[in-house]
């Protein structure tokens, strides 16, 4: 089976203001990557657009009216310091709900191996009632509750190495015991959670955070030593990537120091994790990520290691 990628014009019109990190630029800078003749054999699918009531999943349907009514008609309105809305915001965000809701359907209906999601807005930081950090909607939790209310399945893993604590992510599977959220990223820094003392209702949290600096080989000992053996432990029926790549050396709203080749290497630890536990399914989503060269590299290697594992 094939390595699908899912994206849509669609989100290339959610336009934030001049000089905003999370722009357009950054999906063009992974599309041009994704070209590359060594891609070729991806299944390139477009996004669907996503029935507003996925997002009752996790949001409640005053959210989710709030933000529609939010939407201007012309230019960019702020909901907060960091999080813009413009005229194609809100198809934008249900096109990168609907990616990873068909992502999902279509690994569990093995007609596929596993997915990439190359959409925005990213979504780890909305809350159930919050957009903040870019954030409009938890696509990665909303696809998790999907996986396990319309597919049966009893348990999903959500991972996040985003430089930035997934505090949305964490916020919307807090009370949710058929999951398990396992996140690195660095403290201190925004949003100010994400400390290893934040567990769940169900213990179903774990928080691996790095200090400012660590590189490759702390990142691995984080996860070698708390976060894979939890996954293996949950033993994870399907397992959902918040992929974030500013966790890279040359990213500049962070100070971890990454390189592609620890990209690699997680993204190869999960999917053996996801070979020996759940039938090797994978879906990934894109998050963070904001010089752009180094999240089209690091964003390349994540999809090259899904193509491999997947044949």
């Not at 992974?30 to 009752?56: K, W």
């Not at 939790?141 to 949305?168: E, M, P, Y």
């Not at 209702?201 to 702390?218: D, I, K, R």
Request: charged share 20%.
């Amino acid at each position: 089976m094939t390595t699908a990628l899912y994206s849509h014009a669609d989100s290339y019109a959610h336009v934030t203001p001049p000089g905003h990190p999370e722009r357009v630029e950054r999906l063009e800078a992974i599309a041009a990557a994704l070209s590359d003749d060594r891609f070729s054999a991806l299944d390139r699918r477009e996004a669907p657009m996503a029935d507003p009531a996925e997002l009752l999943r996790c949001h409640p349907e005053g959210y989710v009216a709030r933000i529609k009514a939010a939407i201007p008609a012309e230019g960019s309105r702020a909901l907060d310091a960091d999080t813009h809305v413009s005229p194609g915001s809100w198809t934008a965000a249900l096109r990168a709900v609907g990616a990873i809701s068909a992502a999902v359907d279509a690994v569990l209906d093995d007609e596929i191996a596993n997915a990439f999601c190359a959409t925005r807005p990213p979504g780890h930081h909305a809350e159930a009632e919050k957009s903040m950090g870019f954030c409009l909607f938890g696509n990665a939790a909303i696809a998790a509750k999907r996986a396990l209310d319309q597919h049966g399945l009893s348990r999903v893993a959500v991972v996040d190495f985003d430089v930035h604590h997934g505090n949305g992510t964490q916020d919307l599977l807090w009370d949710e015991a058929r999951t398990l959220f396992v996140g690195s990223h660095q403290i201190p820094l925004w949003p100010g959670t994400g400390d290893r003392d934040e567990t769940g209702a169900h213990g179903n949290v774990m928080n691996l955070p790095l200090s400012p600096g660590t590189g490759g080989p702390g990142f691995r000992k984080a996860w070698e030593t708390h976060g894979l053996p939890a996954l293996d432990t949950f033993s994870p029926e399907l397992i959902v990537i918040s992929a974030g790549f500013d966790a890279h050396e040359d990213d500049p709203l962070a100070q971890l120091a990454l390189q592609e080749k620890d990209f690699v290497w997680i993204t190869e630890a999960l999917c053996d994790l996801a070979d020996a536990h759940a039938k090797g399914r994978v879906i990934s989503t894109l998050e963070g990520g904001y010089d752009l060269n180094a999240l089209a590299a690091s964003a390349a290697a994540h999809v090259e290691v899904l193509m491999k594992r997947g044949r």
